[in-house]
């Protein structure tokens, strides 16, 4: 299995811009995970997904945010328009669902906004 | 509020001697803990874990502590190697949800 796919590696973007992240979890797994890390705050959950469905969006920062998961095989993070501010490593992350195996993560996005 | 809490960012050890890497907790609710390990540029990787009903976890050089009472736990690396060189989060999850809480992370650098 390729693992959790994740892209673009790097993003540099100027602010006000529009920004789609994306991710392939793992084949079989019906969870799917959105978390940002940065320096202040470490690993934040965004938004994760039970099944293609959104279970639990209350990390999402603001309306300038949003995922979907049109399918088991894909997802998307959006950020609309864009702010410094928004500057970390997003990573998706996808579980078996019910199992306390713990997550397996992508190698994440590095975002920058200019 | 920060419910998982890693409060050494950094630790500095021997090759050959023991890591001992804590992390505590405040919400009561959670029932599963687990140690993720991170090398730059990559996603952070499952490395060990604990259920609330046990105290102790062993998996080779790696072992997980849970003292409950404290809401506090470790994570034991002996003998560390300097591939062990990376940032290690602690994370929690609890109540029915699938939600993983992570801290913020414990650097770890083995010399050799």
């Known amino acids: 299995d390729a693992g959790v796919i994740q892209s673009p590696r790097h993003e540099v973007t100027e602010m006000g811009q529009e920004v789609t992240l994306r991710c392939k979890p793992i084949?079989?797994?019906?969870?799917l995970f959105w978390y940002r890390q940065t320096m202040m705050r470490g690993l934040e959950l965004l938004i994760y997904?039970?099944?293609?469905?959104?279970?639990?969006d209350s990390g999402m920062p603001e309306d300038r945010f949003s995922a979907k998961m049109p399918n088991a095989s894909f997802s998307t993070l959006k950020i609309q328009p864009s702010e410094p501010r928004d500057s970390a490593v997003y990573f998706c992350?996808?579980?078996?669902?019910?199992?306390?195996?713990?997550?397996?993560f992508g190698s994440g996005t590095r975002l920058t906004v200019v | 509020d920060q419910q998982v809490k890693q409060n050494s960012p950094s630790l500095s050890v021997q090759e050959g001697r023991i890591s001992i890497l804590n992390c505590d907790y405040t919400?009561?609710?959670?029932?599963?803990f687990l140690w993720y390990k991170k090398y730059p540029a990559e996603g952070p990787t499952f490395l060990i874990s604990?259920?609330?009903?046990?105290d102790k976890n062993e998996d080779g050089r790696f072992t997980v502590f849970l003292n409950k009472s404290a809401k506090h736990l470790s994570l034991h690396i002996v003998p560390s190697q300097p591939g062990d060189s990376a940032v290690y989060f602690c994370?929690?999850?609890?109540?029915?949800?699938?939600?993983?809480?992570f801290g913020k992370g414990t650097k770890l650098t083995v010399n050799p």
């Open positions: 992350a996808s579980s078996p669902r019910g199992q306390n195996y713990g997550y397996t």
């Open positions: 084949s079989g797994h019906n969870s």
């Open positions: 997904f039970n099944n293609n469905v959104p279970i639990d």
């Open positions: 919400n009561s609710m959670f029932d599963y």
């Open positions: 604990i259920s609330s009903i046990k």
């Open positions: 994370a929690a999850s609890g109540g029915g949800s699938e939600k993983l809480v």
